[in-house]
């Protein structure tokens, strides 16, 4: 079944499920935007959905790093671009390499780079109402006419 569309989630667990059937739809090369506020739940939805996948480890935010790769089948590299300072350091990261070969990406604060946002075969969105303690909305859409990812035509590759 589909988890596209609109979900109320009242705890973590519930978005940590939600995450484990989202999993399932995964196909390579997905490129997932994760988007949301600070302490919406991004993360913890990706640590359910590495769990699905048989991935037992722990599930740090890769807020220094920028991105961790997981031993899962397929692979999974997950992003978090919150303290990207220049776009040019995602020349590095070689994400299109990835996507290339079949990986999927999982990229938190995707929204801070537009070229990453628009090649997105998947967007989940977590709201935060206020005074929502542990309550969330959370939307999944595919999308239907996902781009490549080309940095390269727009500058951040150098030669
Ligand atoms: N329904 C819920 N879903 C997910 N997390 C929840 C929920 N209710 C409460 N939480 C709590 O909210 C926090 C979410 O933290 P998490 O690191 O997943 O957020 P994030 O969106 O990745 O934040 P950041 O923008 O800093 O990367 C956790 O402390 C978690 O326990
Ligand atoms: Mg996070």
Do not use: C
Not at 64 to 81: E, K, Q, R, S
Not at 103 to 111: F, G, K, P, R, S
Not at 118 to 123: D, H, K, L, P
């Amino acid at each position: 079944m589909t988890t596209e569309g609109t979900h109320r989630v009242d705890r973590e667990s519930a978005t940590r499920e939600l995450a484990a059937r989202f999993a399932r739809q995964l196909r390579a090369g997905d490129l997932v935007a994760i988007t949301g506020p600070l302490g919406a739940g991004k993360t913890t939805f990706v640590r359910g959905l590495l769990r699905a996948l048989g991935y037992e480890g722990r599930v740090r935010s890769p807020t220094f790093t920028l991105l961790h790769g997981y031993p899962t089948d397929p692979p999974v590299h997950h992003a978090d671009f919150y303290r990207l300072a220049d776009p040019e350091e995602l020349v590095a990261l070689g994400l299109d390499e990835l996507r290339e070969r079949g990986d999927v990406l999982l990229v938190e604060w995707a929204d801070r780079i537009p070229e990453i946002e628009r090649a997105a075969t998947w967007r989940v969105h977590i709201e935060t109402p206020a005074n929502a303690g542990s309550r969330r909305t959370i939307r999944i859409a595919r999308m239907p006419a996902p781009g490549r990812l080309r940095m390269a035509r727009r500058g951040f590759y150098h030669g």
